[in-house]
């Protein structure tokens, strides 16, 4: 399904902060080389988590799929002086092109990757997040996110990407597997009274959540 028009979509691009010259490698190169290039957050989505990185002005942020690397680059843009993000890969060759553009960052001394499963990675972690971005395994964003939730501060951010699933939640009668799964981390989170939340429209859909 089409969920935003396309001229509306190159329209709000046209209309939004320019990617830097690192960001275009990452984004042309996965679209040349990758089978699965529609899983990049992409200009106008990457823009906005910038904004959102660079008004919350984070110390510590983690990002659960690191894929290609982009979504990573453009939080970490916002990261305080002494700032850190984590970023959990589980394919070793996403993994290696997301480092490459990572060598190439000014912001390389502020990323740091972990290859393997979130689920061993995150407990080992020790941290305190401020923002968390949840784009990985689906059927496991219900886990994500009760794993992270006692260690996202007050007033913390969880973004969760593909709430929309490429429209398949709005079926009447939903099969998919993964559609499955991210309508019902919508209802948990719906359901949850430690937190308030908007869903976005912007590309597959992001669901911003802040713990009260």
Not at 13 to 30: A, G, I, W, Y
Not at 172 to 196: C, L, P, Q
Request: glycine share 6%.
């Amino acid at each position: 399904m089409e969920l935003v028009n396309p001229l509306v979509e190159k329209y709000a691009q046209m209309f939004s902060s320019p990617e830097d010259n690192l960001l275009r490698k990452v984004s042309e190169e996965t679209i040349e080389n990758h089978a699965h290039a529609h899983m990049l957050s992409g200009h106008l989505q990457g823009s906005f988590l910038t904004t959102l990185s660079k008004l919350l002005h984070p110390q510590r942020i983690l990002e659960i799929g690191t894929f290609t690397g982009y979504s990573a680059l453009c939080l970490a843009k916002g990261l305080s002086r002494e700032g850190i993000l984590h970023t959990i890969e589980l394919r070793e060759e996403d993994a290696a092109v997301a480092n490459k553009y990572f060598q190439q960052s000014l912001d390389k001394e502020k990323i740091v990757l972990h290859i393997g499963n979130a689920m061993d990675i995150i407990p080992v972690l020790q941290e305190s997040w401020d923002i968390v971005f949840i784009d990985a395994d689906k059927s496991r964003y219900i886990d994500y996110y009760e794993m992270v939730f006692p260690y996202l501060k007050h007033n913390g951010l969880i973004i969760a990407d593909n709430v929309l699933f490429h429209g398949q939640v709005l079926e009447e009668n939903i099969t998919g597997k993964n559609a499955v799964a991210i309508h019902a981390f919508n209802e948990h989170v719906k359901k949850d009274a430690r937190v308030d939340q908007t869903l976005l429209t912007i590309r597959d859909g992001l669901l911003l959540i802040r713990k009260l």
